[in-house]
Nanobody
């Protein structure tokens, strides 16, 4: 079992930056692929970024070049650095863990989820 807790959300102006953190429990954190998803008002949950155990990274086209996912296995933490934020990035951001996953961009592939953290970008 893995428990995930996100932090770092908040209110920021367009063009600003935020760094989200997701702290995981358990000694096998490094065995999991980790993903970030988001859900805006009235929208479905969508893929943002993911990082495999091998540290290979994947991004949604909408955030590529602005967001960076990374992980620190010694701290059981995955990060999402978000730069050049836009109002359309406003959403609740969730981190997720998957022990065995093929389709990293598919939220149903993930086994564990955090409670989410709100990110609001003002224009």
């Amino acid at each position: 079992q893995v428990q995930l807790v996100e932090s770092g959300g908040g209110l920021v102006q367009a063009g600003g930056s935020l760094r989200l953190s997701c702290a995981g429990s358990g000694r096998t954190f490094s065995s999991y692929a980790m993903g970030w998803f988001r859900q805006g008002p009235g929208k479905e949950r969508e893929f943002v970024a993911a990082i495999r155990r091998s540290d290979n990274t994947y991004y949604a086209d909408s955030v590529k070049g602005r967001f960076t996912i990374s992980r620190d296995n010694a701290k059981n933490t995955v990060y999402l650095q978000m730069n050049i934020l836009k109002p359309q990035d406003t959403a609740v951001y969730y981190c997720a863990a998957a022990l065995s996953v093929v389709a990293l961009r598919t939220h149903s592939q993930y086994d564990y989820w955090g409670q989410g953290t709100q990110v609001t970008v003002s224009s």
